[in-house]
């Protein structure tokens, strides 16, 4: 607020012809104020004419005024020539490094206020005078001040140019036109001017017009992404709103289903306690029956033998006495079943494991065998995509990762993320994913026999899952290629038989906490497996 307070009595307290704070100042009729020497000065050169004009506003002043000293101004200069204002009044006047200055000036130069296209030569204020008062002046163009002044001189004839050549594209000044441009279509820069800015006005409407087109694109793009928003939040809410009814559906549902199982437990119990206890009355019954058929057999009497025997011999026959098997699991195993199919549909609702080999090809990956594990009877070949069982050991240099004890490899990739690959010629072998570091010796490294490991063993017309140690069998049909799905964050190890239809082998739900390497074992001389090429 100060700088802008500053200025403003820098512009009242500076004469105009000299630019410097004023001396002696004095204010004629018209307005404006000067140092009393300036004007004078000013007037000095006018008295030829006898017309005299003031040099801001250019009334004509007749006679020559009478010039009264203005005491007012004289005692604000003074005070403020004691705060230090003259000097940043005269900062504020000569030019600096970015301001353009007066061609004109000798020593230290002022700053220009106009800049002539026709002397092409900047002006101060006051060298600036004589286009304002001069009739030879009259027709120059005067302009904000420039620095490129010079790009408007030929550089060959240090000429103004003012021509145009069409033919060229380039400006020129009169003789270039007269040399090499002759008979080429030449016109004035102001006509060129004219006509570019015809061109220039329907550049700007066609940019004008693109940046509606844009503004209304971006609006478009706008309510777009509010709509997306809209919908993804509604999204939301419904379908959290289903997720909720159908959580407490199922939660419903599952205590339907246990009261069913109590009620059902109950009846059983009920019915079994029933039997029991009838059961253990004839036991009871049968306990007595034989206390007096002993005590009868002791009897040395023989008449009284004789006359208790036929009450006692006979027996009642048992009122009940069904086949009793236990067989406690087979009341709720339709239940654990039925419940168990209902998790497996809605798993597969849910699940976004790909359904066809064409989906399950988006998530193809490369996987090659890994020399450095493989075990010394394993012949590796086509590019380390084959693995075959020979009866020479294999002339492999030692490394701390090869197998010792098993006919088994592993993948050079890790497996992260979703993962296909399909294996070939899958006869008398096994298909793992494993963790690296699995054991590389001992029992304990075969694939599947540790909780490292989670193998699908092929053997013959039969597949097994096994995973440390325990052995799942597995229906279907038994297929030269097997494909094998990963979702590693989802924990999801899916095998498949590929055939023209991918029929699932087996799934595997359960969670990865390392990257996964795929691993292969052959079992028999000579056979072999492949690691199939994804073009």
């Not at 200069?77 to 004691?82: A, N």
């Not at 086509?382 to 693995?387: F, L, P, Q, T, V």
């Not at 497996?415 to 006869?427: A, D, P």
């Amino acid at each position: 607020m100060a700088q802008h307070t500053v200025k403003l009595d820098q512009e009242k307290l500076s004469c105009s012809i000299c630019l410097d704070l004023l001396k002696d100042p004095v204010t004629i009729h018209c307005g404006p104020s000067y140092c009393m020497n300036c004007i004078k000065s000013h007037w000095d050169e006018e008295d030829l004419r006898q017309i005299y004009s003031c040099p801001q506003c250019r009334q004509t002043l007749i006679p020559r005024p009478v010039l009264m000293k203005n005491t007012m101004l004289i005692d604000l200069v003074e005070d403020l020539k004691k705060t230090g204002l003259q000097a940043a009044l005269a900062d504020h006047c000569y030019a600096g490094p970015e301001d353009v200055a007066c061609d004109v000036c000798t020593g230290r130069k002022l700053k220009a206020v106009k800049s002539c296209l026709q002397c092409l030569v900047s002006y101060c204020e006051q060298h600036l005078q004589p286009h304002y008062e001069s009739p030879a002046f009259e027709k120059h163009k005067l302009v904000n001040p420039s620095k490129k002044l010079q790009e408007n001189i030929c550089s060959h004839h240090d000429e103004v140019m003012k021509i145009f050549c069409r033919t060229d594209q380039q400006l020129i000044c009169y003789l270039c036109s007269m040399d090499e441009h002759e008979g080429n279509n030449k016109v004035s820069a102001a006509a060129e001017r004219n006509e570019k800015q015809r061109e220039l006005k329907a550049s700007q409407q066609k940019v004008q017009q693109r940046i509606q087109d844009r503004e209304k694109d971006v609006k478009m793009l706008q309510q777009e992404m509010e709509n997306i928003n809209n919908s993804a939040d509604k999204a939301v809410r419904d379908s959290e709103k289903i997720f909720n009814e159908l959580i407490h559906l199922i939660e419903k549902r599952s205590s339907d289903v246990k009261q069913q199982i109590r009620s059902r437990q109950k009846t059983e119990v009920s019915r079994v306690k029933e039997l029991q206890e009838k059961l253990q009355q004839e036991i009871t019954d049968l306990k007595r029956k034989d206390t007096e058929l002993k005590q009868l057999s002791l009897t040395k009497d023989h008449i009284q033998f004789l006359h208790n025997y036929p009450s006692l011999s006979q027996l009642s026959e048992s009122t009940d006495s069904p086949s009793i098997k236990p067989c406690p699991l087979q009341y709720f195993n339709s239940v654990t079943m039925a419940v168990s199919e209902l998790r497996d549909k809605l798993q597969d609702i849910f699940s976004e494991e790909p359904k066809t080999r064409n989906e399950f090809l988006q998530y193809s990956h490369q996987v090659t065998l890994d020399p450095n594990t493989a075990h010394i009877r394993l012949l590796l070949s086509e590019g380390n995509k084959k693995a075959t069982v020979m009866r020479e050991k294999q002339l492999y240099p030692h490394h701390c990762d090869r197998f010792t004890e098993k006919q088994q490899v592993l993948s050079r990739e890790s497996l992260t993320g979703r993962c296909y690959w399909e294996v070939n010629k899958v006869i008398y072998a096994a298909i793992a994913v494993t963790y690296k570091d699995i054991s590389r010796t001992g029992g304990e490294s075969r694939l599947g026999t540790n909780d490292r490991s989670w193998t699908l063993e092929c053997s013959g017309d039969k597949y097994e899952l096994i995973h440390n140690k325990v052995r799942t069998s597995i229906s279907g049909s038994p297929s030269s290629r097997v494909g094998v799905y990963l979702d590693h964050s989802a924990g999801i190890l899916s095998f498949y038989n590929v055939s023209d239809t991918m029929t699932l082998l087996h799934r595997v739900q359960t969670t990865f906490t390392q990257p996964l390497y795929a691993g292969f074992s052959v079992y028999v001389y000579d056979y072999s497996l492949e690691v199939c090429e994804f073009k």
